[in-house]
Each structure stands twice: as C-alpha cells, then as structure tokens.
C-alpha cells in the first residue's frame, strides 16, 4: 500500500478538522497493516498501542464472557474507528476486535494521538461528539438485548442491514450474508440455534428467505412490523 497522505489522515473522523499542514505531517506518524479473515487486531485486557480505523474490509468488536460466550458489540465497517477510550484513561483495550474478511488497518498511536489532541482542541471537540454517539449506540444495544424479544432483534438486524446495504431485486430486497450464523446470534445476545429457530419462523411466515449466500427480504414491511 502506499504512504499515507494528508488527505488519509482527514478522512479519520476525529482528525477531519485538522489544518492540512497538520494533516500532512501527521501522516508519516501512522502505521498501517492489513489482516487476514479471523485474524486479530486488538484484543481485550491487552496494552493500548492507539486507535484504529478500518480504511477496507469489516471486523467485530466484542468481548468474552467467564464462560466464553462472546456478545459482538459492533459490526466495524469502512471509515469506523474503535479504541479511543483506552487511549484516554491510559486502561488496557476494552475488546477484542478481529477481522470478518480481508482488512486494512490505521493505527493512530497513543503518545501521536494525546499530543494531537494537545495542540488542537477541535479534535477534542470532534471526540467528545464521537463518544457521545457511542454511547447512544450502547445504550440502544443494552435496551434491545435487556427489553426486546430474539425474534425482535434479528428482525432489527436485517432490517437496519436492509436499509443500509440491501440491494432492491424484483422479489424484494436482497442482502450478503456478511456475517455467520454464530457472529448473528452474538450479536444479538442470543445463541445460535435460537437464533436458526428464529429465522425459520421469520422465513416460514414469507418475510424472508434464508440462501446460502444471502437473505432475501420478501416483505420489508412485514419485517419492520417485528421490531
């Protein structure tokens, strides 16, 4: 891969705000790798070495219970960034974070990073916005798995993923199966032959039809009405 220019270190969300003289220095400063599928980039109670941003590919970020069960917190896609917290308490990494397919990797170091943020109070600003929108989303993941039905959040899943990234075909609305049966229970809390059961029963009632390599959304309607 190339070097990274300044116009790689704008696109980092927090960082968008810098001035381009900034941007350009900064860019000799970050490291990029790329991963293989299933291979690890971060993983939980390990030391922080920075945040990341994924530049291509998709990862999850989750953790592992006593029992090592693990809940997938996020589904990272292009241009998404995670590890921000452990840069700022100095704590190790909160997660585990490995790769769905193929990725490339930005890592903004801990020490660039605290120094940026030192000399540029926009990007603070930026972060603060960022986490402020993190928590939200936690906070919506925490109510769906505490207060809403398996069937109710798989029904979330495929439709936020219809809406997102599903492509209209006369039948209805088709979408990859990105993710296995096993990473789709994790993340929604559940387990994987609960959450097989579940999409037979949304499959048997004409809402969807489950392929090998993708699920058709017969009724986005239909679908929407099980949220």
Known sequence: MPPLTAADVLRVPHLSKLPEHAAEALASELLVRTYLPRESVANEGE?????????????????TGPDGREQIMRILHPGETFGEVAVLDGGPFPATVDTLEESTVILIPSAVFLRVLGEYPIVAT??????ARRLRSFTELVEQISLQTVQQRVARYLYVTAREEGHDVPEGVLIARAITLGDLAALVGSVREVVS?????IESDGVVEVRRKEILIRDIEALRRLL
Not at 197 to 201: A, D, F, G
């Open 47 to 63: 030391v922080c070495r920075g945040f990341f941003q994924i530049l291509s590919g998709r990862a999850r970020l989750l953790r």
């Open 197 to 201: 059961r579940t999409l037979h029963i």
């Open 126 to 131: 930026e972060l603060l916005r960022y986490l």
